[in-house]
């Protein structure tokens, strides 16, 4: 499995059509006005290239959020994910991408001003 796209988001969506849409998305900083501070959501899409042997099994996936020294600032679920069967045969040759998205709501930053 290889990571080919992580992008940060106002929301995402990424249902089994293989489509993805994503709302306010490249956000690599979020400031915040005061601390603490409640984000209210924060939208998490994921593209990876998998082998044919890792689809239909469940991965587990973990993110988290820093400050930029790297400390952490908020704490987000782990979870586990099948990874879908595609809709569309491929060609001979052609590589398999799965996409996930997520939405996290009641995110509590402290520490440092901004999430990164």
Same mark, same amino acid.
């Given at each position: 499995?290889?990571?080919?796209?992580?992008?940060?988001?106002?929301?995402?969506?990424?249902?089994?059509?293989?489509?993805?849409?994503?709302?306010? #998305?490249? @956000?690599? $900083?979020?400031?915040? &006005?005061?601390?603490?501070?409640? *984000? =209210?959501?924060?939208?998490?899409?994921? %593209?990876?290239?998998?082998?044919?042997?890792?689809?239909?099994?469940?991965?587990?996936?973990?993110?988290?959020?820093?400050?930029?020294?790297?400390?952490?600032? #908020?704490? @987000?679920? $782990?979870?586990?994910? &099948?990874?879908?069967?595609?809709? *569309? =045969?491929?060609?001979?040759?052609?590589? %398999?991408?799965?996409?996930?998205?997520?939405?996290?709501?009641?995110?509590?930053?402290?520490?440092?001003?901004?999430?990164?």
């Amino acid at each position: 499995m290889l990571l080919s796209a992580f992008l940060i988001a106002d929301a995402v969506s990424a249902p089994p059509d293989g489509k993805f849409y994503i709302h306010g #998305g490249g @956000l690599t $900083q979020l400031a915040v &006005p005061f601390l603490p501070f409640p *984000v =209210p959501q924060i939208g998490v899409f994921v %593209r990876l290239e998998v082998d044919p042997e890792e689809i239909g099994r469940a991965h587990e996936f973990r993110f988290k959020l820093t400050d930029p020294d790297d400390s952490p600032v #908020g704490a @987000l679920p $782990q979870f586990e994910a &099948p990874l879908p069967e595609g809709q *569309v =045969p491929l060609e001979a040759g052609e590589q %398999r991408f799965v996409v996930l998205g997520m939405n996290i709501g009641g995110i509590m930053v402290g520490g440092q001003g901004c999430i990164s």
